[in-house]
């Protein structure tokens, strides 16, 4: 029987199997690429367009997180405030602040630049969109804002504090009572499970340990570690 193709087609196959693997390597040095945004570095410290002072506002001024970040410990995301809640105060405080001059544009229809704008904070943290992550699990179940952001309270500028990887989430997930805190203490900057324990001797516990293991057992925490927990 003639041989209907030409005898070029006898490496058809392979010359598609090398192309094929050729995408497929492509493909996924792009996806860890460009899934892996700049931003998810420790240290990471954007200039954003108001310096704005967590360690003003928190140890000086006295503001909790939620006052700011109001959706924490209801939603997933954790919201950035919006100019008004920045100008309930400074449409009476450090009104002159050249500083302010951004708000001032965006609030305050008496200044001379005024358009009324929503300020443009740029983000710090950012996890890829393949992953889900949840604010009101953690903060809800005695995770603190300090376990994954670090000392906020005393930063002149935020910075990320932890790297975020997958083994960071997972090292917690597997062994979450040395995170755990009382509920009252999760926003607690000053928080310190030892002195905690003295000023709470009817908790029952002695050791940092037996009180991460007892609010374990109290609110009933068993953290997932299976893939679709944070790749839906
Ligand atoms: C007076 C309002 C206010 C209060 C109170 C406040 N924040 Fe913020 N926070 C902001 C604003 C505005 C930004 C965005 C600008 C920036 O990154 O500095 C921000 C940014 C952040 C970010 C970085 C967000 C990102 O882009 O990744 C974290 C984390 C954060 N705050 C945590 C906290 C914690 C924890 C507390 C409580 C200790 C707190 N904040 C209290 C206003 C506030
Ligand atoms: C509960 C009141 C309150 C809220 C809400 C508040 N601030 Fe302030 N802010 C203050 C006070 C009080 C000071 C002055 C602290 C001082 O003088 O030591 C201040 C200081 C500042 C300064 C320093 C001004 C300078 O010239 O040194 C900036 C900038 C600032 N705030 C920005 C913001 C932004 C942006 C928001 C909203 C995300 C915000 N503040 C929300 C009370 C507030
Ligand atoms: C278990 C770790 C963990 C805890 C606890 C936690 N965060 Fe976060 N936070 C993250 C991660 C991860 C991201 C990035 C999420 C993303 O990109 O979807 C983030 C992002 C943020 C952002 C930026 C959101 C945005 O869209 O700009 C803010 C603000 C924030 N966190 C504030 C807080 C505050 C306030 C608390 C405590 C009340 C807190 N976080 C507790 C891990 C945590
Ligand atoms: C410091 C400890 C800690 C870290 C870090 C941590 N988690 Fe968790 N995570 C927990 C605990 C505790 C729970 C609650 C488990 C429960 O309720 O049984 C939880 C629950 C969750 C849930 C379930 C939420 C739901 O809707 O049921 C998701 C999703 C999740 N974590 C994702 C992440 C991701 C993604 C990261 C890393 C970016 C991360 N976690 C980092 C302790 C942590
Ligand atoms: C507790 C949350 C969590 C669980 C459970 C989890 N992952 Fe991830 N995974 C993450 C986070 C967060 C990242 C992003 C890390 C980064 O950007 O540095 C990630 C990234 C990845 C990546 C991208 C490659 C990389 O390293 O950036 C792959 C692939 C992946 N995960 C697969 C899995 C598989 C398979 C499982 C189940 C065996 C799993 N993950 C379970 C949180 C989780």
Redesign the pocket.
């Given at each position: 029987m003639a041989n209907i193709f030409p005898r070029w087609s006898n490496l058809l196959p392979i010359k598609i199997a090398v192309c094929a693997l050729s995408v497929v390597a492509g493909l996924v040095f792009a996806f860890s690429y460009y899934a892996t945004p700049k931003t998810l570095t420790v240290g990471y410290q954007p200039s954003q367009p108001i310096p704005f002072s967590h360690k003003i506002h928190v140890d000086q001024v006295g503001l909790d997180?939620?006052y700011c970040?109001s959706f924490?410990?209801v939603a997933g995301?954790?919201n950035?405030p919006t100019g008004s809640t920045c100008w309930n105060c400074h449409q009476h405080v450090q009104k002159e602040s050249p500083k302010l001059a951004p708000l001032h544009k965006s609030m305050d229809p008496a200044y001379p630049g005024y358009d009324g704008k929503p300020i443009e904070w740029v983000?710090v943290?950012?996890?890829p969109d393949f992953v889900y992550?949840n604010?009101s699990a953690?903060?809800n179940r005695g995770?603190?804002?300090q376990?994954?952001?670090g000392n906020v309270n005393t930063m002149e500028v935020v910075t990320q504090d932890q790297n975020?990887s997958m083994g960071w989430c997972l090292t917690c997930h597997r062994n979450p009572e040395l995170n755990l805190r009382p509920l009252e203490e999760v926003?607690n900057f000053k928080y310190n499970a030892v002195d905690y324990l003295s000023k709470n001797p009817q908790s029952g516990v002695k050791t940092p340990e037996e009180l991460g293991l007892k609010l374990k057992e109290q609110f009933k925490v068993k953290p997932k570690t299976t893939c679709a927990t944070c790749h839906h």
């Open positions: 997180c939620r970040h924490v410990d995301h954790s950035v983000r943290h950012k996890a992550f604010h953690h903060v995770i603190s804002c376990n994954c952001h975020m926003y």
